[in-house]
């Protein structure tokens, strides 16, 4: 079985128009992306899957590029038509604007994929700020690292200590931060987007919950990193402001 790391890129985000081309010390933040997908150690080959030429242009010195068709409604969608007309076994799926995803992350999600139809990753929460906030997805999960809930809500609901701060609820419980990276067998791939929008999904708007109302089990590797997404110009901003404090 081979496992090819596809990162869906589009130039068009809503928020962000262009942000992958934008530039992060130095370097497109893309190219960051692909420059750590190529330190895996499980994946064999990496493809930018886009329907836009300066993506392509960009890309295409760092790795394999196809392009697609322009309609798609998601990432994964995309990544999809690449592994059908490309006839891959196994796929990663990785975001393309999260340039300090760490190569580790990669290899436990895709590690995950030989003995499960679909795999992707969390991380502890430990800021009050990331417990609050709607766009940190938290996910819940069994005692064998099986995905049960996916919520744009903080999940779950600790009864003992309605009336606590958050930093105790922290403590109390290992709440879990999702990071946008799935692992999927080829068929469990084209079988998901073959379904209909679900109802959970449309509720949350939150694509993975499609998987679990379809029956399709997540398995969750639980890592120390947390990713950053850059959505917006300030996310990149603020980045830039953190690595420079860093460094």
Known sequence: M???GII???Y???RFPG???????GKPILQHVIEKCLLSKMLDDVIVATDDPRIAEMAKDFCRVEM???DHQSGTDRVAEVTQRCNLDSIVNIQGDEPMIDPDVIDKVAALIDKNEMSTAAAPITLPEDWKNSNTVKVVIDSSNKALYFSRHSIPYLRDFTNSPITKQLIAFPFLKHIGIYGYQRNTLLR???CPVSPLEKAEK???????????????AVVNHDSIGIDTPEDLANLKKQLKTES
């Open 2 to 4: 081979t496992i090819t």
């Open 206 to 220: 939150l694509e993975q919950l499609r998987a679990l109302d379809n029956g399709i089990s997540i398995m969750v």
């Open 12 to 14: 068009a985000s809503s």
């Open 19 to 25: 942000k992958l081309l934008e530039h992060l010390e």
């Open 192 to 194: 998901l987007v073959n």
């Open 68 to 70: 697609t068709h322009t």
């Open 8 to 10: 869906p890129a589009r």
